[in-house]
């Protein structure tokens, strides 16, 4: 907040370095008026009586009036009074009335100082934004927000198509958009990016509304609203994640933009934990989504104090894991292959470090995280149960910046800047571990032997051509390695690059192009016996193709369309001899190639404020495609090696299998007050490509399967219906859903399936079907000095494999619990803040044991031993249960610090219990015993110091 | 004041074994830790001939005695609204029958009352099984393949199991003629020669096939076991009994689904294994898990024999670790006293003065450490 006078135009025009003094003036000042003494004396300016006469007139020709008559001089800023007209009708009176008169009905507050100075500010906001505006002195004019609108070279309206693109920062200014007509009606459609004021990305998710009508809009991936209102002023209100509750004065005659920069909430930094938008909850369309902010991630501690997306994720409602090393998510009852995790819109096949202990990416340069668990938009598709969209900043667009932490097993760094400024900006990253370093330093042998080790590398470069054409690439590299023992060297390396390019058509339309590369591949090098010398592989590749549009047809009506085309090319295995002593036959499986594509066109309908419906339709194709050779199976009978007929060849590009089949996206909101709603959703996807795992775990050895003329692809069915009830000015969220769901031709796996290396994989799985129901309760606080949020899940999820024609019957054709079936859930994630520098979490977490197969006896058969196990998933290992704790201390928060620093002090596995990671059985001198392995056995300290420049 | 000073590296250490050291801990949920006395069930009812069950009882996996044999059970043969046939107990847990000629057009059951509870499998349909056409062999280059054929002119077996019992003749590494008895050494009269042994295996393995994919039910070649060529199992005469045992459609999904469920013990990487049904239920608490698969079938039989001299000169067995020790007169007693080596012959110099004995370890000279004299009935 700064003055300027009217009259001393001086102020305006003057260096910058005036500004802070100035605003030391402005302080002194505005505590006078805190402190509630508002003085109106004539000490120095002695009383004057005036007299005006105006009708209609600009509120300046007031001003000019009495500064005219009188000494007194006013101090205010330009755009708080520059839209509005007064009426004054006064005779020899004194000052103080005529202004009482003149604001009446105004938000206006005045106060008249002994020296003669009349401060004129709008009364609330004039105290609310006196801290910010104060702290942020260093910060540079001409990006600063509200600072800058004040300097009254701004005073011009902002007008539509104008080609310097102004920025709307000031809360008070009215920005007039469109062309001024007389007695306009009708409505005009409003379009623009919301950006951070200091850095230029974009806000994500943020939502921009007015009250009435209550119209509202939520800013997409790249910031972008479209927001079509009524003629006439509004309050354009802005609130969002980690930025300031803001608003914008506009009149609006025709279709225009606006550009809004906004603050980041610097108070909340440490305080909101996941500061939705505030009542998304209960207002949004979107039911089963979860949007985590980077904020609320690094808070909850992690066994290695690297903050951790995944593990946040984990925490969710809905969202389990089998086991305590493994990211492998199983949402609401599905597997862990479906769900799509899309990192800058390209698909991450292992989302995983170091056995899963750290998740592939970098916190540092992710900006939001967000979790579909039941309304899936009808533009993603290919898995059943989740999409987890992972998008990372686009780098400061204003300066160069960096960030980074330094842990006890990974070290990790930033850098980010502006290449040409508010024009393109880059961001690079990297992160590594030192803990193979660490295990040659151990003093065991075993650990001597062992190695592991992983880096991964991001890097970014997005560039504004102009206000309509924005290009966007990006790229994702990361490898790991291990080795256990002297065993194999395990290695596996994500591969990941995006091309995005947007264009906005016009105001309502807009489309992203979006071409992006995946690559996932794993090896395993077995060299120690030059003998069995031999090396292991899997790759998979894909590319693909989309086009999105965005049209905001009408306030009432948002539609998407586009289309999007997957091509698949996977070598699912091959065994490979090295060295010439090696007497390993090479064993190589066929390619796999297929197509996906999905033509896809959802509307979003704006009933009333209270009713809203979202219908979506998404039509998916697969062709699996040659050349390839496929076995053909006797009809009706289990797919074994002994039911094959014949073996067909498919010539290259020739389609050996399609499926084809809509996917219905539907879901309705009903507002039943303004803090309360109930919203329904029904989704059905379908699957194309499964993953082959051997074990529960998603482990680095798993392998991705494409449907083709023996696997068929999964379709999964989902109804949800959810309560969400809003307590204390939308700062309590409350909200239940419920699920139920139906999986069909999902796979699960024969008895003693061998999966990898396998050359008829259909003959080791079968298509089962399964299914999930559950309900999910939630309570969050979002501010305060506590918050965090509870949750308590009941879910099961079970199947069926009951069908004699497709494999052998497992228990008794009954529905049996899958391997991730854990009926209850307690999560409890709270932080609590000291002060601005320290603040501590503390999370809780408890679910029941996963289901497990026990071999329960032994017996001789003939002259063979052999174990009897029990029926499927009939067991369950000990229930789950762990508290970690985490200190947060930050440095101080002067502004002109060289860089700024975080230590985070955790102790993972608090009390120290010994959950189980696996369970396994081994003969020991003839007796087979049972054994339970838990890698986070006792409580686990770690430091990270963290920094950002 | 002063402070104990850690040094850097030992700090690391400390941090890392605290990360990595895993911790195991025994497990013994209780279902594993309650005494688990299953019934199990094996053998086959054979339509055509004495049919011999085997029952035993399923042991706790950290028992390492043998397991408990099922005795004095009562179990019949029953045919379904007909006949019952009953087994005698001929050694402990094992039952026999009398030869049964059964009625193909009929189902037959197992019925077993054991420890005072009453056990049944399901009525199963008799299957025929075909003559084995042929048990043929090829030396491949890394071993002997024995390969089985076999036809139904009616083609309705299709669905095949297989066992087969191996035995082979072997000579020991040295030919005793002398053996040391009450301090004396002695001609060995050929009666007790101990160069020439009979060893025998039965398979382990689950062998399976059918002929669903064939217009015909014929098997053909269906390699059964591959004697490795530096098996001492091919050094002078092998020997091989192939039985075949003609399946339903059930029993064949049992014994493949058998085979296939892993023998190793769920470790992280291991597949997780599941349950086998069988089709016997205990009729007095039907939630009791039986084990075992019944099923109603004759049994055919071929024989072949395979001498060395057919065999590439390339097989051979790797020669075992045997040294021949020269035992001067007088030490007789403390080299042969004990037991664990063996005479082998005399040591006569040029002079015709027996100067001592040859000997080895008793392995090298005793084919019976492995095997047995006894020639079998059947040995060409």
């Known amino acids: 907040m700064n003055l300027s006078s009217f009259t001393a135009k001086t102020f305006s025009l003057s260096p910058f370095a005036c500004m802070n003094h100035l605003y030391r003036i402005a302080f002194f000042l505005l505590v006078l008026l805190l402190s509630g003494k508002t003085v109106c004396s004539a000490q120095v300016v002695p009383e004057t009586f005036l007299t005006v006469d105006l009708k209609q007139a600009p509120f300046q020709d007031l001003i000019k009036a009495v500064e005219a008559q009188s000494k007194y001089r006013f ?707 979002l501010t305060g000095k506590l918050n965090g949020w509870v949750s308590y899940t009941y879910s099961r999820t079970l199947v069926r494999l009951n069908n004699p024609a497709v494999s052998e019957i497992i228990n008794q054709g009954n529905w049996y619990p899958s391997n991730f079936d854990k009926p209850h859930d307690v999560t409890l994630i709270s932080n609590y803040r000291f002060s601005q520098r320290f603040s501590t979490s503390l999370n809780f977490t408890y679910s029941t044991g996963r289901p497990i197969t026990l ?76 054994y339970k392995l838990s890698i986070f056995g006792q409580p686990i300290p770690t430091i990270t110091y963290n920094f950002r420049f | 004041m002063r402070f104990h000073i850690i040094s850097l590296k030992t700090a690391f250490y400390w941090l890392c074994l605290l990360f990595l050291a895993a911790c195991e801990e025994p497990y013994n949920p209780e279902v594993i830790e309650s005494s688990n006395k299953f019934l199990v069930v094996s053998g086959f009812i054979n339509s055509n001939g004495p049919t011999t069950i085997l029952l035993s009882r399923t042991q706790n996996l950290s028992e390492s005695s043998a397991p408990q044999k099922e005795t004095n059970a009562t179990v019949t043969v029953e045919e379904e609204n007909g006949e019952k046939f009953p087994l005698m107990e001929i050694a402990a847990g094992t039952y026999s029958s009398n030869a049964l000629a059964l009625n193909p057009a009929k189902k037959y059951r197992l019925f077993i009352k054991a420890s005072g509870k009453e056990y049944a499998s399901e009525y199963v349909t008799v299957q025929q099984t075909p003559a084995i056409d042929a048990v043929t062999w090829e030396a491949a280059s890394d071993g002997l393949q024995i390969k089985v054929s076999t036809h139904d002119d009616r083609n309705s077996t299709r669905y095949y199991r297989w066992e087969y019992e191996e035995s082979w003749e072997y000579l020991s590494f040295y030919h005793s003629v002398i053996e040391y008895v009450n301090g004396q050494i002695m001609d060995r009269t050929p009666d007790k020669m101990i160069n020439l042994c009979y060893r025998f295996n039965n398979s382990t393995s689950i062998q399976i096939g059918n002929t669903l994919k064939l217009s015909q039910d014929v098997v053909s070649n269906f390699p059964l076991v591959k004697v490795p060529a530096n098996s001492d199992k091919l050094d002078r005469k092998y020997s091989i009994l192939v039985k075949q045992y003609a399946q339903t459609k059930e029993s064949y999904e049992y014994w493949e689904a058998l085979r296939k469920n892993t023998e190793s013990l769920g470790s992280l990487f291991d597949p997780l294994p599941t349950q086998l049904t069988g089709n016997i239920r205990c009729l007095t608490s039907p939630e009791e898990p039986v084990i075992g698969y019944v099923s109603v079938s004759s049994v055919t039989e071929k024989r072949i024999f395979v001498t060395d001299t057919e065999l590439p000169p390339s097989y051979r067995a790797p020669s075992p670790a045997c040294s021949f020790d020269t035992v001067f007169l007088g030490e007789e007693a403390a080299y042969f006293g004990g037991g664990s080596n063996i005479p082998i012959d005399r040591i006569i110099t040029n002079d015709r003065v027996l100067i001592g004995y040859g000997g080895a370890s008793k392995p090298c000279v005793d084919c019976r450490t492995l095997g047995t004299t006894a020639k079998p009935a059947y040995w060409e």
């Open chain 1, 75 to 781: 101090y205010f800023e330009p755009e708080t009074v520059d839209s509005f007209l007064v009426s004054v009708q006064a005779t020899q009176q004194p000052l103080s009335s005529i202004l009482e008169k003149a604001v009446s009905g105004t938000n206006l507050k005045f106060a008249i100082t002994e020296q003669g100075h009349v401060l004129l500010t709008q009364g609330k906001d004039f105290m609310a934004n006196l801290p910010d505006g104060f702290f942020r002195r260093d910060t540079p004019i001409n990006s600063s927000g509200q600072r800058l609108a004040a300097a009254g070279a701004n005073t011009k309206p902002y007008v539509a198509g104008e080609t310097s693109r102004k920025k709307a920062v000031s809360e008070a200014k009215l920005y007039e958009i469109g062309v001024k007509r007389e007695n306009a009606t009708g409505n005009a459609n409003l379009a623009g990016h919301l950006r951070d004021a200091n850095s230029g990305e974009p806000i994500i998710g943020a939502s921009v509304y007015i009250q009435s009508p209550l119209l509202a809009t939520t800013t997409d991936q790249y910031g972008y609203f479209s927001l079509t209102l009524p003629v006439g002023q509004h309050e354009l209100l802005i609130r969002g994640i980690g930025i300031k509750n803001s608003k914008r004065r506009l009149a609006i005659y025709s279709d225009g933009k606006l550009d809004i920069e906004v603050e980041e909430d610097v108070r909340s930094l440490k305080e909101v934990l996941v500061e939705a938008e505030k009542d998304r909850n209960v207002a949004g369309m979107q039911m089963g989504m979860e949007r985590l902010d980077m904020r609320a991630i690094k808070q909850v501690p992690t066994a290695f104090g690297e903050t951790d997306i995944l593990r946040v994720v984990l925490t969710l409602p809905g969202v389990k894991s089998v086991g305590e090393g493994s990211t492998g998510m199983n949402v609401r009852g599905g597997s862990t292959d479906q769900n799509l995790i899309l990192f800058n819109d390209a698909t991450v096949y292992n989302p995983s470090h170091l056995f899963g202990f750290f998740s592939a990416f970098n916190p540092d340069i992710v900006k939001a995280v967000e979790l579909h668990k039941s309304n899936i938009p009808a533009r993603y598709g290919g898995r059943l149960s989740s999409v987890l969209e992972v998008t990372t900043r686009d780098g400061n667009k204003k300066k160069l910046a960096g960030s980074g932490g330094i842990g006890l097993l990974t070290s990790r760094l930033t850098l980010e800047g502006p290449i040409s400024k508010d024009k393109t900006s880059f961001l690079v990253a990297g992160r590594s571990t030192y803990s193979d370093w660490l295990l040659k330093k151990l003093p065991q042998e075993t650990f001597k032997k062992s190695s592991a080790s992983f880096y991964d590398l991001n890097a970014q470069i997005n560039h504004e051509f102009d206000s309509k054409n924005t290009l966007y690439l990006s790229g994702y590299f990361s490898k790991d390695k291990f080795r256990l023992g002297s065993d194999s060297l395990y290695n596996f390396t994500n591969r990941n690059a995006s091309v995005k390019w947007k264009h906005i058509f016009h105001n309502k339309l807009y489309s992203v192009l979006t071409g992006g590369y995946s690559h996932y591949g794993y090896g395993v090098n077995a060299e120690n016996n030059p003998v069995n010398a031999s090396k292991m592989a899997f790759e998979m590749n894909q590319v693909n193709l989309q086009a999105d549009f965005n049209y905001f047809l009408s306030s009432k009506h948002t539609v998407d369309f586009g289309a999007s085309s997957i091509l698949y090319n996977v070598s699912p295995g091959s065994l490979q001899p090295v060295g010439s002593e090696s007497l390993i036959t090479p064993d190589v499986l066929q390619r796999e190639k297929a197509l996906e594509s999905a033509v896809y066109v959802s509307d979003q309908i704006d009933i009333s404020p209270r009713f809203s419906l979202y219908l979506g339709l998404r039509y998916s194709m697969f062709n699996a495609l040659g050349p390839r050779e496929t076995y053909l199976y006797a009809p009706n009978v289990p797919k074994t090696e002994s039911s094959i007929l014949d073996t067909l060849s498919y010539g290259s590009g020739k389609s050996l299998a399609t499926y084809h089949g809509p996917e219905y996206r539907l879901s309705a909101r009903f507002g039943l007050t303004d803090h309360s709603s109930v919203k329904m959703s029904f989704n059905r996807m379908r699957q194309y490509i499964h993953m082959l795992s051997n074990t529960a775990t998603m482990s680095p050895t798993d392998t991705w399967k494409l449907s083709d003329a023996n696997i068929r692809p999964q379709v999964g069915d989902q109804v949800a219906l959810g309560y969400y009830q809003n307590f204390r000015a939308n700062t309590v969220e409350f909200s239940v859903e419920g699920y139920y769901k139906k999986m069909k031709d999902f796979l699960d796996y024969r008895n003693g399936a061998t999966i990898i290396l396998n050359h008829h994989i259909e003959t080791d799985v079968a298509n089962a079907e399964g299914k999930a129901y559950g309900v999910e309760v939630m309570l969050k606080k």
């Open chain 1, 855 to 930: 071999p329960i006896a032994k017996y001789t058969d003939g002259n063979v031993q052999r174990i009897f196990y029990s029926d499927r998933n009939q067991y369950r290992v000990p229930d789950y249960y762990r508290v970690d704790f985490a200190m947060n201390i930050e440095g101080n928060h002067k502004v002109r610090k060289l860089a700024h620093s975080s230590w985070t002090l955790a102790v993972y596995n608090l009390t120290g219990r010994k959950n189980p990671y696996s369970v396994y059985f081994r003969s020991d001198n003839g007796k087979i015993k049972g």
